[in-house]
Every structure is written in C-alpha cells, then in structure tokens.
C-alpha cells in the first residue's frame, strides 16, 4: 500500500525472514529502477530511505523519488552528502553519522533563531560535530559580545545558562540578560554566586552542584511552607547539600520538639514520614501528628511497629522493609477481595514477606480446595492462574473455575495443556512457554483469516513455533499458488525485455 498504491496481495512467499528481502528487492525495482541486490537488513534499510526522502523533502521542498540506491547503510550518507552540497554550497566530505548530524545543524539553527531572531541559514559547515561548538561560538559573540573560546558540550552548557536566566528571573524578578560569560560549567556556579548574595546576603563560596543544590533549597522551602504554614525565606544558607538537613532539622524541631540529629538523607527520610503518616490515617482514621521521632530510617519501622499492633492486635516485630510488605498485606487485602467476596480484616500477620504466601495460601484453600502448599511467589502465580482462566473462557467459552492447581508455573503448562486437547483434539505434549505459544497460536488463526478470508480452526498443532512457519506454508500452498505463477510469469517476462 505505502509503496505502490495498492492493497492487492503480495506475491506468493513462505511468509519467512527472507519474504521480507524478496518483497523488498521488487518494491525496490518497482520505486527506484534499479534491479541491484539487496543486502543486509532490509526493513530497516528501508525506514532509511524513508528517512532520507523525507529530508530530501524537508530540505528541497520536493517530494522527487530518490535516485535508485540499494538502500544500504551508506545510501544515507551519500544522499546527506548530496543535500549537504545543495543547502550549504560545501562538498567536504561527511562523516560519522550524518542523519545524527543533520539533527545536530537543526539545532544550532533553532538557537540561532531563538538568540539573534533571524531564521537566515546557518553558514556552510560540514554538519560535524564541530559545527555545533562553531555556530554556537558565533551565537555566544553575538549574544554575549565575548570571544572566548567554548570549552566542552556547548548545547548542555547554553541549557546550563537558559536555567541560570531562569533562575535569576525567579530569584531577583529581573530578566537582565546575563554577563558575557563563557558558558562554561563555571558560570552556573557563578551566576549562582550572585544569585545567592543577593538572595541570602551571604557571600560563602558556592561548592559541588549548584544547580541541584538550589533545587535542594526550593525543596527545603516547599517543606517548610508544608510543615509551619509560613513562607518566610529560609535564613542564609550555603545551599551546599549540608543545609538541606540543617533547614530539615530546624523544622523537625519546630515540628516535633525534638532535637535529636537527623542523619541520612533527610529528604527522603521526610517523605518516609510524610508516607507513615498517610499509612496511620488510612488504618486508624486519624490525623492526630506522628509523635516525635528522629525521621530516622527506623521511624518508618517504629510507626508501622505501632500501627500494626494498632490494626492487628500482634506485637510480633516487623523485619524486612515494611513499607513495601504493608503495600504485599494490601495486596493481600484486595486478592482476599476478588477471590472470596469478603473484606473481612485480614488476620493479624507480621505483614512479612511470608504472610502474602500463608495469605494467598488460605485464599488457595478457600477456592480450589487444596491444601498443597504454595512454592515460589505467589502473587505471580496468582497472576498466571488468572491468566489461565481468561485463557479457558477464551479457548472454551466456559467461566467455570479452573480445578484445584498449586497455582505453580507448572499449572499454567497443564491448563494449556487441557486447553489443546480441547480445542484442538491432539494430547500431543506443550513445549516451550505455552502462554507465548497460544500467542503464537493466536498470530497463525489471524494470518489464516487475513489470507483465506475464513475463521475455520487451525488445525491440531503443537503449537510450537515451528506451527506458525508449517501453517503458513500451507496457507501460502492453498490461497497463493496461482499469485505465484503469474508472478513467476510477470517477473520472467520483465527480465526478458529489461
């Protein structure tokens, strides 16, 4: 259809890896005229030429077919190589990877737009990388009315100075271009000196990341709004990373009325606590302030310790990450749901990694009605129980429950197995990830109603990935012979008179 207009059928082919060569080498005839062998991989060769024609397009405004390539690797580079010549007056040869490159001159020329406001072409260059650093050194001239040389990755760097602009717009409420600075990583931190005596009052020298660590301010900022319901400005800090967890203590004595020193990444030890918070409302329905604790680590482990004797009347103490095995017991909480209708309170388990097993274990139980233990992880293998019973509904057009299975990865294999003799009438074995395979299955049953036009069954396959090729082959034996021998015929006469 993309290449000719048509949606008649392809020509007779085994549907196999080669098919895709073989159609390609005719559409290639076909839209380019030249009957060259195509080599390596073709599909992706041709998203090439589809790539080259569009900038063939983009940059000659003409849609004219290209002129006939074998639509290797290195039809791009000559076809850049020619809308180098047409658009920048230079023949220098290209090199590295020229479509990279092209997008690298798209750039500079978007930053010259944006810095000098004319759209006029970027001078003759050979889209090097180079180039790069080049236009951006005419545009750092133009902008900044320095010379000095750019040192590094120039477009991170003019990144590093539209965020300093920003900065000082948000900071100072001014949007005073910023002095001719070389645009090297050292004006970030410079711009940031300034900023930070003009904000702060203090002239402490700026170390590490600055950019990270103003944003490490900002955040300390929201949190302080968050916890004091004030807004005033967070006295004078070095915004070094150490002022994060100076700030945090302030505010975790200001919260809390403890003063025992924070240690580790305070940041995240908030948000623990911001998350047990969540947690202490959501079993006990209260917002009443998590008592004062040290933020560190092990206060997650201590609220969720209290909440669990709260909500589940055991003191057995809690190892492991709670956080996550509270998020394994609710889990638990929704399967207990889905399986058995009830949402009747989960019994009082150390909400260890185990008790998702001995949960999931009791839900087993409760609907096959087998007591052989679970092995593995459950929760997947619950998930491929589930997966078997749409599997049945969708093979048998039955939703009866499927027969009491140790939910294993085996059962998956035996279900399918079941599944095959009933659908298809061979007890032949499943080999293989039978999920993958049905699948498989699935793909040949739409390949036989895209060529034959007919839904009948497959017949009886293993369903091994060997079917898809066999069932393929026959379909292409029973709907394709007489596509073949016209092709066969067509091809024939064209070679005679080429």
Do not use: H, W
């Not at 650093?133 to 590093?160: E, H, M, N």
């Not at 301010?217 to 949190?223: A, T």
């Amino acid at each position: 259809m993309q290449y000719n207009g048509t949606a008649k059928p392809i020509a007779a082919y085994t549907i196999k890896q080669s098919s895709c060569r073989q159609l390609s080498q005719q559409l290639l005839v076909q839209y380019t005229g030249t009957t060259k062998p195509i080599t390596g991989d073709t599909i992706k060769q041709s998203s090439s030429r589809q790539l080259g024609q569009q900038l063939q397009m983009q940059y000659k405004g003409t849609a004219k077919p290209i002129a006939a390539y074998t639509i290797k690797q290195s039809s791009c580079r000559q076809l850049s190589q020619q809308l180098l010549v047409q658009y920048t007056g230079t023949t220098k040869p290209i090199t590295g990877d020229t479509i990279k490159q092209i997008s690298c001159r798209q750039l500079s020329q978007q930053l010259q737009v944006q810095y000098t406001g004319t759209i006029k072409p970027i001078a003759a260059d050979t889209i090097m990388q180079s180039s790069s650093r080049q236009l951006c050194q005419q545009l750092l001239v133009q902008y900044t009315g320095t010379t000095k040389p750019i040192a590094g990755d120039t477009i991170k760097q003019i990144s590093c100075r539209q965020l300093s602009q920003q900065l000082q717009v948000q900071y100072t409420g001014t949007s005073k271009p910023i002095a001719a600075e070389t645009i090297k990583q050292s004006s970030c931190r410079q711009l940031s000196q300034q900023l930070l005596v003009q904000y702060t009052g203090t002239t402490k020298p700026i170390t590490g990341d600055t950019i990270k660590q103003i944003s490490c301010r900002q955040l300390s900022q929201q949190l302080q709004v968050q916890f004091t319901g004030t807004t005033k400005p967070i006295a004078a800090d070095t915004i070094m990373q150490s002022s994060c967890r100076q700030l945090s203590q302030q505010l975790l004595v200001q919260y809390t009325g403890t003063t025992k020193p924070i240690t580790g990444d305070t940041i995240k030890q908030i948000s623990c606590r911001q998350l047990s918070q969540q947690l202490q409302v959501q079993y006990t329905g209260t917002t009443k302030p998590i008592a004062a604790d040290t933020i560190m680590q092990s206060s997650c482990r201590q609220l969720s310790q209290q909440l669990l004797v709260q909500y589940t009347g055991t003191t057995k103490p809690i190892t492991g990450d709670t956080i996550k095995e509270i998020s394994c017991r609710q889990l638990s909480q929704q399967l207990q749901v889905q399986y058995t209708g009830t949402s009747k309170p989960i019994v009082a388990d150390t909400i260890m990694q185990s008790s998702c097993r001995q949960l999931s274990q009791q839900l087993l139980v409760q609907y096959t009605g087998t007591t052989k233990p679970i092995t593995g992880d459950t929760i997947k293998q619950i998930s491929c129980r589930q997966l078997s019973q749409q599997l049945q509904v969708q093979y048998t057009g039955t939703t009866k429950p499927i027969t009491a299975e140790t939910i294993k990865q085996s059962s998956c294999r035996q279900l399918s197995q079941q599944l095959l003799v009933q659908y298809t009438g061979t007890t032949k074995p499943i080999t293989g990830d039978t999920i993958k395979q049905s699948s498989s299955r699935q793909l040949g049953q739409e390949l036989q109603m895209q060529y034959k036009g007919t839904a009948k069954p497959i017949a009886a396959y293993t369903i091994k990935q060997s079917s898809c090729r066999q069932l393929s082959q026959q379909l292409l034996v029973a709907c394709l012979l007489l596509e073949l021998f016209a092709c066969l015929f067509l091809e024939t006469f064209r070679l005679a008179f080429a």
